[in-house]
């Protein structure tokens, strides 16, 4: 199966807590690190170094979608919270679609949310990759 994450978390959320969504998300889909193809999160977060730990930690490059693209996707969970901060009702969801290339029929994982130690939050979505 290959699969793309979409990511999404507070502003300095550690590498570890992004780490533990994951592995957590991907155990519900009964999937692996290995099946990761693509990641993608939103621009506001490319200097997000949590998520550049992870990405390098995971030998991945992150995709970077301004918020006016992932606003354009048609999500299950769509947050009014996350468009007032972001500018795109979704961020993790529509990010993974999007590097996908897919639609939300091929979601696995909806919006897994996960609060670190000191209260940050990590989000990730996975979606089948079409083909």
């Known amino acids: 199966m290959n699969l793309a994450l ?3 978390c507070d502003r300095n ?5 992004i780490q533990q969504v994951i592995d957590e998300a991907l155990a519900q889909a009964g999937a692996t690190l290995a099946e990761v193809r693509a990641v993608a999160s939103i621009d506001l977060k490319a200097d997000e170094v949590g998520l550049a ?3 390098a930690a995971n030998g991945w490059t992150i995709r970077f979608y301004p ?6 996707v048609d999500v299950p969970n769509p947050s009014e919270t996350v468009r007032k901060y972001t500018g795109t009702p979704s961020v993790s969801e529509a990010a993974a679609i999007l590097v996908a290339g897919a ?4 979601l696995l994982i909806e919006k897994h949310k996960l609060r670190g130690p000191d209260g940050r ?3 990730v979505s996975i979606v089948r990759m079409p083909g």
Request: net charge negative; proline share 4%.
């Open 121 to 123: 939050n990590a989000t």
């Open 53 to 55: 730990e992870v990405a």
């Open 67 to 72: 918020a006016a693209e992932l606003a354009t």
């Open 103 to 106: 639609d939300q029929s091929q």
């Open 6 to 8: 979409g990511l999404g």
């Open 13 to 17: 959320t550690p590498a570890a807590t």
